[in-house]
């Protein structure tokens, strides 16, 4: 639904949506629709001219290959990706070294993936961006355990749930903070529409009384008249009787 309010110049917000339909696709095993959203991301990535948007839906088809447990490809899109590297923003930066430690991680390079991933983790938390640290995390904690360091990985993974945690409670107040918006607003238009009826109310009153005013006008003017025929009549024959 979102891509239907997405304009054809917003490329990256739409890459970013068919990125996420990639993954929702792949967890469902929809295979055919997730790769279909992947082609649909790159090619708009590709029209666009932009490093960003070629870092944001090459590394989404990384993700998807992995995924597909399509190792050598999706290294071959991380290296499409890498090739922007140098044109792209640190969070974009950060992006696609996390695809190379997944990379390095489906090829079990477990010590490789460990040193990489402790010196993404601490630029990741400078950047500040909580939902790619969180998805790190993840990663790093399976790194540790992988590596037999249950401890660091218990230590990780208690990070991990921490932040998820914070995640959801700024979740739900950010949800709250909408249904409170959005209830002022229903007051306000009904406290709108309240003053309007009174308004109207209002109005109608004074337009009866408007038009009572002028029905009285109007039989008082008649019945002047009308006295007035009458005594116009009157005095006319009193002057014939005395003629």
Do not use: C
């Amino acid at each position: 639904q979102a891509l239907d309010y997405v304009e054809e110049r917003n490329r990256r917000e739409a890459i970013a949506l068919h990125g996420e339909l990639i993954g929702a696709f792949t967890k469902l095993e929809q295979l055919d629709k997730a790769e279909y959203h992947g082609q649909l991301a790159v090619r708009l990535a590709e029209q666009s001219g932009s490093h960003p948007n070629r870092v944001n839906a090459y590394t989404r088809m990384a993700e998807l290959r992995l995924l597909q447990g399509r190792i050598d490809e999706a290294e071959r899109w991380v290296e499409k990706a890498n090739a922007s590297y140098d044109h792209v923003a640190v969070r974009d930066q950060i992006l696609v070294r996390i695809s190379h430690l997944r990379v390095l991680a489906a090829r079990n390079r477990t010590a490789q993936a460990l040193t990489e991933a402790t010196a993404v983790l601490v630029d990741v938390r400078n950047l500040g961006d909580r939902i790619i640290e969180l998805s790190l995390l993840d990663l790093l904690s399976e790194l540790q355990l992988r590596a037999g360091d249950a401890a660091s990985a218990f230590a990780t993974r208690k990070a991990h749930q921490a932040l998820d945690k914070e995640l959801a409670i700024d979740v739900a107040a950010r949800k709250i903070a909408l249904l409170e918006s959005s209830l002022e607003r229903q007051r306000t238009e009904a406290e709108r529409q309240l003053l309007q009826r009174d308004n109207d109310i209002q109005a109608l009153r004074l337009n009866r009384q408007r038009l009572l005013g002028i029905a009285l006008l109007v039989v008082l003017a008649t019945v002047l008249t009308i006295v007035a025929l009458l005594y116009a009549r009157y005095r006319s024959t009193l002057q014939h009787r005395n003629a």
